[in-house]
């Protein structure tokens, strides 16, 4: 008998707080594993980072009853959208001294910083897996057959290292390809900025395209991005571009990789023809 569980609403159930969808899904390991890791992360982030995480931006619904709570310019945190707005709702009262102080940098704010902001992009994946995982089971209900893989799994392994989710769904020199690719354009990127390039402090907006590529952002944010900016760079532009590209490129791989493991799951059982052909990658 066939579930009447939908897949988007275990997509927008993840997205409202980690492991939510997974629960919605049937899968209680795998929802209090995406709970804790995507918690930990965005709650040892937040308490590294401190009121940094509040000093780049404010709400783009300032004023706005109701609306002026959603935290949507917490990017990418809003990825993880309920414990964000927690963290939105119960920050202190904006003072003039707050204020102030939000200004001056702390020696935790780069890895503080980092962790929150990719733990939005984490829990992204996990509610597309949340989704994949009511979908299969709909199908499988259905067609009396298993559809085995796991599209979640291949999206985090792209995001963690460009080009390895088409490796494991079969398309190796595909893999290669983006994978040089993107990387390529980062260590260019890198290069044209001095290497002080994945600075969230600094280019805040500009970070949260980096982060599309979650392993590169991870190392060169905390490695890297203390770094002083403190001598000219003529061609820090053009590698701030380079590496915002090639994260926004990397998310592209990544509705890539969830497509072809799709087709990958409804070829393996017996529904489609097979994405790759022998001898064909």
Known sequence: M???RKPYTALLLGLLLPGLGHGYAGDKRRAGLAFGVVTTMFVVGYLLADYRIFAFTSSLFAGIPLLELLPIHLLPEAGNFGETMIAWLLQPASDVARDRLMRLPIPTEHIGLTLTGL???LNAILAADASWMVARGRLEAERSRSFPGSAGLS???AWVLPGAGHVREGRKVTGLLVGGSILGLW?????FSDFTGCDRPQLYWWWAAEAGAGGPTLVSSILLGPLPMDHEMPH??????LLSLAGLLNIVSLTDVYTLAESNA???GGVTAPSVLPGKS
């Open 236 to 241: 820090m532009d053009l590698g701030v571009t």
């Open 2 to 4: 066939a579930s009447d």
């Open 187 to 191: 260590m260019l990127g890198l290069w």
């Open 266 to 268: 409804l070829a393996a």
């Open 119 to 121: 733990s939005g992009y």
């Open 155 to 157: 999206c985090f392994l």
